[in-house]
């Protein structure tokens, strides 16, 4: 099953570490063109690795990581570690404050087919390709990817509170959120985490397009290297795990807004609807979340001038006609793209992932507001799914609708970096050996 390894991590040199809040950015899929240019103001920001400016991205890459490492700017860890990674955040609506604990390792790479790593989305052949082609220029992985393994043991747990004692970076990210990083570097402790992950499948939670940009690689090289061994670099890449059974593993819904459909009128949706689904008037816009929450097959719907509830008549879902399991036509979200947008709106399943029509939102009062300013037609209030439900779809082998989960909090890219590179793979201490 599942092989991990320590890092040998590049990291920003001891001075430059000082301020590493400075240096620090978001994954590249949810910067903003504002976030993004106050990044770039600064030249050793990492933004300037994950989302690299111009149209040849991956060479201007492939020279700033160069550049920083013959200055000094970066340097390699002497001893390969575990990086434990805890991230400190609270949620709208509790005074709670959440602690997702995990660790920051290398994994083999392994195809969806050998059912090792397993996704619970589709990935686009462009965005793979782009990061296929980061990881070929710059030898290097920049941000983890996020995977979930199951412990319900927690035997881990313990040794990573022990590492936060004395953690080498602690800061506040863009989303308000304290992230802290420790490592462990003794040999036995990190036995202890290559055993524990050596019989289990990893779900991979965030990070779809970067890891099969690292499985795209591997396949070229390994086809093109008659040596090949299974043990050089390019066979790892660097993901951030999370145990399943914590109760701080949060799934963020994400809302659908749908906008430019042609000749729209809120009268003609209703009645559409009405042959699926079981409609009741809002009063109150801000309530939908509350009236929606643990009712099956229910979303909120936000017009111009009125919200409503809707939830499917139960009779209705033996009528979904896509070929899939029951684990997956039972998902809130498979409900909402058959009924709502493919029969009552008219868009063919196969064309929603590439059609405007549809847009994704993860702040609910972002999407009144672009209902109120015309900006969508209406929007779709969607609720969280449960991590058991994420399992569920992806031991069946099938994978979920687009945007169908985000799990909070995203992981920052800038405190830790993956050398693919054989020579920088290397280290004096191998679990393997």
């Known amino acids: ?44 920001n990492s933004i300037h690795l994950s989302v690299p400016k111009g149209r040849n991205s991956a060479c201007t890459a492939e020279l700033t990581l160069q550049k920083w490492k013959e200055e000094n700017i ?13 991230q400190h955040f609270s949620l709208p609506g509790s005074s709670k404050e959440y602690i997702r604990k995990g660790f920051i390792a290398n994994i083999r790479l392994h195809d969806w087919k050998e059912k090792v790593i397993l996704r619970h989305e589709n990935t686009m052949p462009h965005s793979v390709e782009d990061r296929k082609i980061i990881v070929e220029k710059t030898q290097i992985n920049i941000s983890p990817t996020h995977g979930l393994y199951t412990d319900k043991q927690h035997s881990i747990e313990a040794y990573m509170d022990e590492a936060m004692l004395n953690p080498i970076y602690e800061t506040e990210d863009y989303q308000g959120v304290r992230d802290v990083l420790a490592r462990i570097q003794d040999a036995e402790v990190i036995s202890q985490f290559t055993s524990l992950l050596s019989d289990k499948q990893i ?40 145990n399943t059974e914590s ?54 719907l936000i017009l111009e001038d009125n919200a409503y509830k809707i939830r499917l008549k139960e009779e209705k879902i033996t009528e979904i006609k896509w070929n899939f399991p029951s684990a997956v036509k039972e998902l809130d979200l498979t409900v909402l793209h058959y009924f709502v947008i493919e029969k009552a709106l008219g868009i063919p399943g196969h064309q929603q992932r590439s059609l405007k029509n549809v847009s994704f939102e993860r ?42 989960t985000y799990f909070y909090p995203k992981v920052i890219c800038g405190y830790i970096f993956s050398s693919i590179n054989d020579d920088e793979f290397e280290s004096p201490f191998d679990p393997r050996i």
């Not at 301020?19 to 949810?30: A, R």
């Not at 504002?34 to 050793?44: I, M, P, T």
């Open 363 to 404: 702040n609910f009062t972002e999407c009144v507001s672009k209902v109120l300013k015309k900006q969508a037609n209406f929007a779709i209030i969607t609720k969280d799914i449960p991590i058991d439900t994420v399992k569920e779809v992806c031991y069946s082998g099938y994978t979920m609708p687009q945007k169908s």
């Open 1 to 44: 099953m599942a092989e991990i390894l320590p890092i040998r991590a590049w990291r920003y040199n001891s001075e430059i570490g000082k301020n590493i809040e400075e240096y620090i950015s978001p994954l590249f899929d949810v910067v903003s063109e504002k976030q993004r240019e106050a990044l770039y103001a600064n030249e050793l």
């Open 203 to 242: 779900i991979l939670a965030d990070g779809h397009h970067r890891y099969e940009g690292s499985l795209s690689y591997m396949k070229e090289k390994k086809a093109n290297n008659p040596k090949h061994t299974g043990s050089e670099g390019y066979n790892f890449h660097m993901m951030y795990f999370t």
């Open 247 to 300: 109760d701080d593993l949060r799934i963020l819904p994400t809302h659908r807004l749908m906008q430019g459909l042609e000749n729209f009128s809120e009268d003609a949706l209703l009645e559409k609807l009405a042959e699926d689904f079981h409609i009741k008037p809002v009063a109150n816009i801000s309530d939908i979340h509350e009236i929606i929450l643990g009712k099956k097959w229910a979303f909120g």
């Open 74 to 86: 970066i340097q390699q860890d002497i001893l390969p570690a575990i990086y434990v990674y805890y």
